[in-house]
Every structure is written in structure tokens, then in C-alpha cells.
């Protein structure tokens, strides 16, 4: 993957997250961050790893 193709989608999974974040879509987060996590994209992965490692707080 090229950098802007990694730009681009980190873009993207960032609007993504905004958006579940915006409308209260809770049950959507865990979807959107086994996405990241595999999306091959080091910042994503990396993003969501620290998701997982607070996911009560973040669910809650």
C-alpha cells in the first residue's frame, strides 16, 4: 500500500469513528475497530490496539 493509499484510508477510518462516535453507535465500534485493526495500515492497528486495551472505558 502506498502512503497516500495509507493516508487515504486512515482518512477514512477516521471519519468512520467520528461518525459512529457522533451517533451514538456503540455497537457498531467493535466492527469498526477489528477493521483498523487488520486494515494493514501501522496507525490504525495501532489506534485500535489502544482501543481494546480501554474498551470498557470506551464502551461505557
Not at 7 to 31: K, M, P, S, W, Y
Not at 38 to 54: E, I
Request: aromatic content about 8%; hydrophobic content about 45%; some cysteine.
Amino acid at each position: 500500500m502506498s502512503r497516500l493509499e495509507q493516508v487515504a484510508a486512515t482518512a477514512r477510518a477516521v471519519a468512520e469513528f467520528a461518525r459512529l462516535l457522533r451517533q451514538h453507535r456503540d455497537n457498531e465500534l467493535e466492527v469498526w475497530a477489528d477493521q483498523a485493526e487488520n486494515s494493514g495500515v501501522r496507525k490504525n492497528c495501532s489506534f485500535a490496539t489502544t482501543l481494546y486495551c480501554d474498551w470498557d472505558v470506551v464502551v461505557a
